[in-house]
C-alpha cells in the first residue's frame, strides 16, 4: 500500500512531542548511546534533538527520498537506506531502537523484530510506537453507521490494528520485562481530518459497507459539527517497551 493512504495524525505537535519525550524516556538513552530511530514524517526533528542531546543516532528508511529529506536537518548524521529486517549493522551494536508511528506499514513484524533484537546489546531497550485503528471513536448521531465507516477507514490501511500484537510479538522473539503505555490523542478540529473521513467514507461506499447517500449524509454531519466546535475523534497510540 501507498504510504501516503495512511492518515497523516503524526505532526510536530505538543502532544506528539510528548508521545516522543515518553518514548524515549522508556529507552533510558544517555550521552554516548548509540540509537537506532525510524527516518520518517514528523520525525526528523526528534533525530536532530538526540544528536544534539551527544547521543550517537542512526536513522534507517528504505526510501531514499525520505532520507535526503532528513539529511537537510544534519547533513552530517548517519543515515541509511535499507529494510527494517535487513539492518547494516553488527551484532549487539546498538543501545536502543526506536520505531516511529508509522511503524504499522513494516509487512513482517516478526522478522523485523528478531533484526532489531540482534542488532541491541544485552539489556539495549526497544521501543515500539503505533496507533490502533479499531479503537479509533468519533462522536456522531449515528454510532452504527460511523463504526462501519470507522472499516472503511481501516481498509485503507496495510495492518490497522498491529500494534495491539507489538507486546506478544516482542515477547516471542526474545524480549523481556515488556511494559504498555497508552498516549490518548483527542481531536477537536475537524480540519485535521477532514480528507482522510472523505477516504473512510469513499472506502465504505467502495467496499457496499453503505449507500452514497448514507456518506454523504455522515460528512455533512461531520462537517457541521466542526462549525459548531462540537467535532470530537480519539485515536489511542501504544508505547510499548521492552529490553534485550
Known sequence: MDESAQPDLIEMRPDVIALQVKS??????????RFLDDVDRGNEQALGQLIRAQIRTIGVDTDPAVVTSAL???PNAPLNVAPA???????GTLDGYRTSPHFPLISDL???LVEARRVLRPGGRIVLVGPD???????????DLTDVIGL????????????RSYRNVLLDVGFSGAQVDVHTEVITDYQRLSGQL??????????SLITRGEANSWLTEQVERGHRDRFFAVLPTLL?????
Open 198 to 207: 472523505k477516504t473512510a467514507a469513499e472506502a465504505a461506499v467502495t467496499k
Open 24 to 33: 524515549f524516556e522508556l529507552l533510558k538513552l544517555g550521552p554516548g548511546d
Open 240 to 244: 510499548v517497551a521492552a529490553s534485550r
Open 152 to 163: 472503511g477507514l481501516e481498509s485503507r490501511l496495510t495492518f490497522p490494528r498491529a500494534a
Open 72 to 74: 537537510a536537518f544534519d
Open 110 to 112: 516478526r522478522a523485523t
Open 85 to 91: 529486517d535487513r539492518l547494516p549493522l553488527k551484532d
Open 133 to 143: 485503528y479499531g479503537f479509533f471513536l468519533m462522536d456522531s448521531d449515528d454510532h
